[in-house]
């Protein structure tokens, strides 16, 4: 079902551009699918559990939420009806339309790896209505770090970032986190990395 030939796009870190609104997707085409076949590429390539098309230059609202690996490798539609492969859940105009209550919890963003990692208050539950890659309309919960990581995306479609929203500082980006600890956010992807990949990760781990 996935294209095979992907690329790994450019995350860009430039603060401007981050600012753009997205707007909303319209057509539900081929360029559409190699899009969110090299965002997918590039979200593995860079450790992340999430990422908005905006964070790879383009302003569609787009984006990638890795969530419980509860799906095929090479895709197919999650027991929510999601498109899904390894466990990443695409979303094309997503919108939250209903939340938990809120808890804080530390986040960073491939976009902003100089600002370390933020506490950040967010709903632990979110449901999110949004469409498929073929336009077909979709309703999804998603709850702890998919739903932190959900909302951080789509924040990001809004040109808000997670340090708009931050309740204090919390570590650098260098600070050796835990292994296995998915209440912070590691070690949730979905393949094993070798062990200068794994050091690397410390310091890219985000969303
Ligand atoms: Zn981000």
Redesign the pocket.
């Known amino acids: 079902m996935y294209n095979s030939n992907v690329a790994i796009l450019r995350i860009t870190t430039d603060a401007e551009f981050l600012r753009k609104k997205s707007k909303p997707v319209t057509e539900f085409n081929a360029r559409l699918h190699q899009l969110l076949d090299d965002m997918r590429d590039t979200l593995e390539d860079a450790w992340g559990l999430g990422l908005a098309a905006v ?1 790879v230059g383009v302003l569609y609202r787009v984006c990638l939420v890795r969530c419980e690996k509860s799906s095929p490798p090479n895709g197919g539609v999650d027991a929510h009806g999601a498109q899904t492969a390894n466990g990443v859940v695409e979303l094309i105009n997503p919108e939250i339309i209903a939340c938990s209550s809120e808890k804080p919890g530390e986040e960073g ?3 902003v790896p100089d600002a370390g990692y933020h506490t950040v208050i967010r709903p632990h539950k979110v449901t999110v209505r949004a469409q498929d890659r073929n336009g077909k309309t979709f309703t999804r919960d998603f709850e702890k770090i998919s739903a932190v990581c959900a909302c ?1 995306e789509i924040d ?1 479609m809004d040109g808000i970032l ?1 340090t708009d929203k931050s309740s204090g500082f919390a570590r650098p980006k260098a600070a050796k986190r835990k292994q296995s600890s998915p209440s912070q956010g590691e070690g949730v992807a979905s393949r094993k990395r070798s062990a200068s990949a794994q050091a690397e990760s410390d310091d890219g781990v ?2």
């Open positions: 964070q963003c491939l976009s951080h990001h997670f985000g969303i």
